[in-house]
Every structure is written in C-alpha cells, then in structure tokens.
C-alpha cells in the first residue's frame, strides 16, 4: 500500500515529511517525483554517491544470488555454529513485533528478514524494507 508507505517517508531533496502517492511514484509537495518500478520505491535516483569495494559488490546480480542464498543460509551458519533457522527467531525476539504493526528494515538486502517480519505481523501490518544497492532489492 505505497500510500500508507508514502506518508511515513521523508523526502530526500527538501525534508518534508509526509509525501504522496500516485499510481506508479511517490510525489513531494516540494515536486520531487520518486518513480516505483517492480514493486520498490526508487528514492536515490541517478545520483553519484561514492561506495566502498563492498558496496560495489553488493551491486552485482551474481553475488546477491549467492549471499541470500548460500551466504546467509548456508556459510554464515556454518561460521558462526547458529542454524539460521535460530538466527531468525533470536532476531525477530528482539524485535518483539505483533499483528498490524508497522516496521522499518534498514539495510535489509534481499529481504532475509523483511520477508520473516511480513510474515509476523500479518496483512494489517506494514514493512518497508530500505538497502542502498538497487540490485539487492
């Protein structure tokens, strides 16, 4: 529901808060327009932002595929001796997340836990997930 998403956000560009939705971007009354393609609200747009080796990587299609896949649910559990099946619920007990409440994933990738989260908080719940790299989303 972008219009329940969009009044939450902060424009980027001017500050306000409180933006509005349109059937395929989210508008600021500043006039900033943040187009919505495949389902993910693009609030960067084309600007340049210098990024480390690792963010750079998180950019490449073929890794993301391996770090949601093997990464985080075969390597990381195999290093760390915690099943990820573990991590999850150690995770969303921090969280302590209910019914129709709404949540904010930053940094959240390919959505490892946003999609636990969803889950959590049924349909009346609301989770915006946020990952600088286009690619991981």
């Known amino acids: 529901n972008w219009s329940r998403i969009a009044?939450?956000?902060?424009?980027?560009k001017c500050g306000a808060e409180g933006l509005s939705a349109g059937a395929d971007e989210v508008i600021c009354k500043c006039g900033a327009h943040f187009p919505?393609?495949?389902?993910?609200?693009?609030?960067?747009?084309?600007?340049?932002?210098?990024?480390t080796f690792s963010q750079n990587a998180m950019r490449f299609k073929p890794l993301i595929r391996i770090y949601?896949?093997?990464?985080?649910?075969?390597?990381?559990p195999f290093v760390t001796f915690i099943p990820f099946s573990k991590e999850?619920?150690?995770?969303?007990?921090?969280?302590?997340?209910a019914l129709a409440i709404e949540y904010s994933d930053i940094a959240c990738g390919p959505g490892t836990?946003?999609?636990?989260?969803a889950q959590a908080i049924g349909n009346e719940g609301l989770?915006?997930?946020?990952?600088?790299?286009?690619p991981m989303l």
């Open 88 to 97: 999850t619920k150690t995770i969303m007990g921090y969280h302590r997340l």
């Open 36 to 51: 919505i393609h495949d389902g993910v609200l693009d609030m960067m747009g084309q600007q340049e932002v210098s990024r």
């Open 68 to 76: 949601d896949i093997i990464w985080r649910h075969m390597s990381f």
């Open 127 to 134: 989770v915006v997930g946020t990952d600088a790299s286009m």
């Open 113 to 117: 836990y946003s999609r636990k989260f």
């Open 7 to 12: 009044e939450i956000l902060q424009c980027p």
